[in-house]
């Protein structure tokens, strides 16, 4: 299992290049949503076509955190803002690769918790029962194969 951060073109390409190599390796790709995608065309559809090959991966995961951005010394916090890059990645990687992540702490530089909440919430509770918790955690089973250790959690068997 290999949990990725700070997510930029170089390190998408790398993130294919390790799983040719490996390819039973699980990886979560954190914070893609903070990426801010190359300006140079070719730059740009490099990326594209590697983030399309991380997407046929059936063990590639990626975690939708950090989505809120500063922008003119300000953070917007209407969804609609973000929803281009969310539908881009949900576009890609489906209801199926895509897992929640705080990034609490680091997101209290962006705004309070529930408002970093709020944005994902409502764009996934959009997309209907099934897909919110394939993203609030049945995916995370997949990804990082976690067992029930409590009564209180969810059984893993249900994701």
Known sequence: MLDTA???PRLIAAAVRVTDRVPHLR??????PQLDPPV???ALRAYQA???ELAKRPQ???KISEVLRRVDRSIPTDLAFYRPRLDELFGIFGEDHLLYGSDWPNSDQWAEYPQV???VREYFSAK???ATEKYFWKNSVAAYRWVKREASQPDPAAA
């Open 6 to 8: 700070n997510p930029d």
């Open 27 to 32: 990886v979560v790709i954190d914070h893609l």
């Open 40 to 42: 140079a065309p070719e």
């Open 50 to 52: 590697n983030l399309r």
């Open 60 to 62: 590639v995961y990626v």
């Open 117 to 119: 909440l709020r944005i």
């Open 128 to 130: 209907g029962k099934a």
